[in-house]
């Protein structure tokens, strides 16, 4: 079937035995995926709004997979069913993804992983997993059409991370390839440019910026 790497990578992680669901799911096509070319027995993907379900409808009975792939229009967490124990959410923004999880946390205490691809506050949206229990198992990034994905796997179980590892992220700084220098390369401009545009009354922002940029400096020299 036809489905972008960024999707199919989100994909790729979600463990065989599992029974997911997919938050935001638009078109439906991570889920059918799982079911179709993955062999998972069952997913569930929804969205809180009718024209992606509409599309979602089309796709699941364009791929005969309508019994395999449950559709429900529901907000964020609202459409968990029991026996679900893998979340996965991509293509939104981190504070949409933290309220999501936030808003039905009790829903949280079957689910042994989450698979979380913000399209912005990444940061943001560790701390909140940290809180809610979890801890960062692997993360992954992906490039297409010129732009930067991140993608978390979280794994049920508390771990401790400082600042500059939650920052760095704890598994991606142990990995070397060209995209990871990339993606840190253009996390350093981003930091320098903010902290060029930082106002001088930002002193504790400013201090944290400038932290930052060192790490990321140590990092790509290779020096951490
Ligand atoms: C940009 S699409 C991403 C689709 C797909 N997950 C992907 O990564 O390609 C975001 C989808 O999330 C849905 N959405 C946004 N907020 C939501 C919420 N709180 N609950 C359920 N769905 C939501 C939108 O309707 C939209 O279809």
Same mark, same amino acid.
């Given at each position: 079937?036809?489905?972008?790497?960024?999707?199919?990578?989100?994909?790729?992680?979600?463990? +065989?035995?599992?029974?997911?669901?997919? #938050?935001?799911?638009?078109?439906?096509?991570?889920?059918?995926? /799982? %079911? *179709? !070319?993955?062999?998972?027995?069952?997913?569930?993907?929804?969205?809180?709004?009718?024209?992606?379900?509409?599309?979602?409808?089309?796709?699941?009975?364009?791929?005969?997979?309508?019994?395999?792939?449950?559709?429900?229009?529901?907000?964020?967490?609202?459409?968990?069913?029991?026996?679900?124990?893998?979340?996965?959410?991509?293509?939104?923004?981190?504070?949409?993804?933290?309220?999501?999880?936030?808003?039905?946390?009790?829903?949280?205490?079957?689910?042994?992983?989450?698979?979380?691809?913000?399209?912005?506050?990444? +940061?943001?949206?560790?701390?909140?997993? #940290?809180?809610?229990?979890?801890?960062?198992?692997?993360?992954? /990034? %992906? *490039? !297409?059409?010129?732009?930067?994905?991140?993608?978390?796997?979280?794994?049920?179980?508390?771990?401790?991370?400082?600042?500059?590892?939650?920052?760095?992220?704890?598994?991606?700084?142990?990995?070397?390839?060209?995209?990871?220098?990339?993606?840190?390369?253009?996390?350093?401009?981003?930091?320098?440019?903010?902290?060029?545009?930082?106002?001088?009354?930002?002193?504790?922002?400013?201090?944290?910026?400038?932290?930052?940029?060192?790490?990321?400096?140590?990092?790509?020299?290779?020096?951490?």
């Amino acid at each position: 079937m036809k489905i972008n790497n960024r999707l199919k990578t989100i994909g790729d992680l979600v463990p +065989l035995s599992s029974y997911p669901l997919d #938050i935001g799911c638009d078109h439906a096509l991570l889920s059918i995926y /799982l %079911v *179709k !070319e993955r062999g998972l027995s069952k997913a569930v993907a929804s969205d809180n709004k009718s024209g992606p379900l509409k599309k979602a409808r089309e796709n699941v009975k364009f791929y005969k997979v309508s019994d395999k792939v449950e559709l429900i229009k529901s907000e964020g967490l609202d459409s968990y069913k029991e026996g679900i124990d893998t979340i996965t959410i991509s293509g939104m923004g981190g504070l949409n993804i933290n309220k999501i999880l936030d808003d039905n946390r009790k829903y949280l205490k079957n689910i042994n992983t989450l698979i979380l691809s913000p399209n912005n506050y990444s +940061l943001a949206v560790k701390r909140k997993l #940290i809180k809610l229990g979890y801890h960062v198992d692997n993360e992954v /990034l %992906v *490039k !297409e059409h010129n732009i930067i994905y991140e993608i978390f796997v979280f794994k049920k179980g508390r771990k401790y991370y400082s600042y500059k590892k939650l920052f760095l992220g704890p598994t991606l700084m142990f990995k070397n390839d060209d995209l990871t220098k990339e993606y840190y390369n253009s996390l350093l401009i981003k930091k320098k440019a903010l902290l060029n545009a930082l106002p001088k009354s930002f002193s504790s922002k400013i201090r944290l910026t400038k932290k930052e940029i060192k790490y990321l400096e140590e990092i790509l020299n290779n020096s951490i």
